[in-house]
């Protein structure tokens, strides 16, 4: 059995029961409109894609993706993207890699255990909260908790007492707290729809609550939670505001300290969201035109990166009825 | 984990009690930085309430005027100015944000019903990818494809003179209204909701399509009857992201609805999908070149928390709205 | 595995020396600067030829993040300079030195089909204050229609010195479009053909720049001073500049070579 008949009503079998036809003209209607909603989504990505291909191909070279941006009034003369690119992988794997487990464990706690329900109900109003506010309230927020001296491990000591307060450690923690209200969404409605009984089997077999829910429950939403971790993923991307303010938006990634890897995370740099919104007509608009390159080769990467939760997350679970 | 033996009960009550610790302390300490972010803020915004009372929540006066005051505050703390009326810009907000949300929830559901059920195989195939690359593209490139393409299009070819003649002595129409921010706003929440609601659908037991089926009803009725309804609960925790998503999306706005401190009014017809106004959030960005001066600074916190107000709004509307609704499905509690 | 306790002894010293040695070895001095988007470009130019005339003396770590950020990272010592791009207000952090370094022209622009010949205090004021609102009125406008005004937020420098310099008392119509930066007004009043508004010099491209009192707004007339419209760039420090950033704004302000790059788009204040 495929797995697409899992899903689906066996279509063959209803078209051929013709005593009366059940399409009624709401439900044509319904039909249609759910043709149309379809069509008209794979249309606007088309759109968007290819706008920004269509503007920005005039400069889209192999060359741009490998030289570091320089100053310059001038587009030819400004360099390519390499350095917001690796912000972008660089910020966007940190941050992800931070919100998929606190997400999917605050999640867990909050369908499993969820004890005692005041705490769970604040929790679920916290995220929920984090959800609605803007992002440049976050990154605020993030300047003044990280500019305590106790947390300069995580940048550098500009003054004594006084943390720098921007790196990538930084901005990848602030970051991963908005794509956690959509890990914990999408998770909880994954653990949700996994049936009671489900559970109750796996207690009746003697396993204790943790080893279902490692074994059983998780292994069954994980395309619900490769759906959290993916949205979550596309905010991250998508996002300017915490990366100007605690990313610094420099031009090129400054490492800060020899040690290469940790001097990289305490360094600051730039992504390739703002280096569009840098050179776009929103900010200085030096290079409009490779602006819309850079989009298109994030909408790329971002293509790129759910492919990669897609081939983590693969299988649709098994079906607990028959 | 191979073989560890049965396990007593008491081995079993231990492990899951340190796992139930670990993972409450994981979510209160979450929690506990939120928590911190809030009194962060409202502590921030107190002032500007304190000082406006419930006016703050009305009208009167144009809120730039009152915003430049505010900036231009003499030096003494004593003297600092902080009279506002917001509510054009909360009036606003909720125009738009209400707008985008019921588009956007009738749109998904119809996106997600088709990929559930209706779309042929190469479509569906392709169509999951498109949902999630929509979800990933950057505010900034939605609001540089309104200002450059829509709102010159409603601006020069579908807004008339006549039209604009007719207001002229109180907004300009320009193009950027609330009509191109909420079209711009609802693709960009729709992707949240229809990847949620796809979930959802899918993990429907098929025997009680596979019934409604068996009772004669086409296959469209029986996904929105019998799929939707168990669907429910996962539809509303959709639809409380979006929402979320919506209050707080702050650049694109600001680009595309004109940025007037402005309330449309529903009496002038047409007209009214024209006219400009401004959000919360874009207000925020636009004032955010003046935070360190003090009482401005103060009255951005406060539209900061009136944001934080409505997002637990929303929470608690969507508990209330779940709980009724979980005698439909199988699921836990 | 046993671990030599010895070994293991001289290996964290060692490590902990490899983490301690970058910071002994900058003994070049950083200059550290955040702030304004508009200073950014400006700051970046100037600090790369500032680096092949002085050898390499110092180093540089340009941030951005707005004149705000600018002002309070200063302010609380996480930077050496913050960028503004908007007059000192009576209620900034105090203790704080605005040094000036460049001066930028504000030109007032309509779309290419609306080539206004000139216009005068008095008519910036009626289209700006919103008493005057179609172009039939305008002396000298092609256009015909609704005017449709583009200004800054309030925050904003430019829109401070547009208040100052152009408007006096007027206060500002309140059904113009406010926009986030100069680039989105220059994007806006391309895109309409009815529309007016004011940038910085260096936006002014595929616009029509209006003669202000009969002085076009070009590089040349802003720097002699004849035309009136400028709003100030700074670099401010926490107490006057002293080290390294203060022979860097010297540099600035009294270096030719910095005043080349400067002239580029902005206007230098030598």
Known sequence: ?322 | MAARGPQTAQQRDRTDQRAEFLLGALASAVLVLIAFMIAFVFAKAWPSFAHNGLDWFGAGGNVDEQLTGIFNSPADPSDYVYTLHAWPLIYGTALITGAAVLLGTLVSLLSAMFIVEFAPGWIRAILQPVVRLLAAVPSVIYGLIGIIVLVPFFGNHVIGPARKESVQYVIQLDGSSILVGTLVLTVMITPIMIAITVDALRSVPRNWTEGAAALGVNRFRALRTVGLRAARPAIVAAAILATARALGEAIMLSMVTGSVAFAPNPLDGVTFFFEPTRTLAAQIVEGAEGLSVKPFGQTMYAFAALLLISSAFLSFGGWLARRSMRKYTLAPR | MTWNRPLAVVAAVAASAALAVPAAATAKPTITMSGSTSVAPLAALLAKKYISVCKGCVSFKLLQGGSDVGISDVASGRVTIGNASRDPKPSDPGGLVFNKIAHDAVCIVTNKSNPLPGIDEAGVQAIFGGSVRSWSSVPGSSASGTIDTFTRSPASGTQDAFQKIFLGSTKVFSGSSQKASNGLVQQSVKADPNGIGYVSLSFSDGLHTVPYKGVACTERNAKSGQYGGQRNLYMVTRGPAKGAARAWIKWITKRSAAAAIVNTEWVSLQ
């Open chain 1, 1 to 322: 059995m495929s797995a697409h008949a899992q899903t689906r009503l066996p279509t063959g079998l209803i078209g051929r029961i013709r005593g009366s036809d059940s399409w009624s003209v709401g439900d044509r209607i319904g039909l249609a409109a759910a043709w149309g909603a379809g069509i008209l989504l794979c249309l606007i990505a088309a759109a968007i894609v290819l706008y920004m291909l269509v503007r920005g191909v005039q400069y889209l070279s192999l060359e741009l993706l490998f030289s570091h941006p320089q100053p310059g009034l001038d587009q030819s003369k400004s360099g390519g993207f390499l350095d917001p690119l690796q912000g972008t992988l660089a910020l966007t794997v940190i941050a992800t890699l931070i919100a998929a487990p606190v997400g999917v464990g605050i999640a867990v706690w909050l369908t499993e255990y969820g004890r005692p329900a005041w705490l769970a109900r604040a929790v679920e109003s916290g995220v929920e909260i984090v959800a609605g506010t803007p992002s440049i309230v976050l990154a605020i927020f993030g300047l003044l908790v990280f500019q305590e001296g106790i947390f300069s491990f995580l940048s550098y000591e500009a003054t004594p007492g006084v943390s720098f307060g921007r790196s990538f450690f930084i901005a990848g923690m602030i970051m991963s707290l908005i794509a956690l209200p959509l890990v914990v969404g999408a998770s909880r409605e994954a653990l949700h729809s996994v049936p009671r009984h489900v559970r109750e089997a796996s207690y009746a077999l003697g396993k204790d609550r943790i080893s279902t829910i490692r074994r059983v429950l998780l292994p069954a939403s994980r395309r619900g939670i490769g759906t959290g971790v993916a949205l979550g993923m596309g905010r991250i991307v998508g996002d300017t505001a915490i990366v100007v303010v605690l990313l610094g938006a420099t031009l090129q990634n400054d490492p800060q300290g020899g040690i290469p890897g940790l001097g990289f995370l305490q360094g600051t740099g730039s992504t390739l969201t703002t280096y569009v919104y840098n050179n776009s007509p929103v900010g200085e608009g030096g290079s409009p035109e490779k602006a819309y390159a850079a989009a298109f080769v994030l909408l790329l990467i971002v293509i790129g990166l759910n492919f990669v939760i897609d081939m983590i997350t693969r299988g649709r679970g098994p079906s607990w009825t028959r």
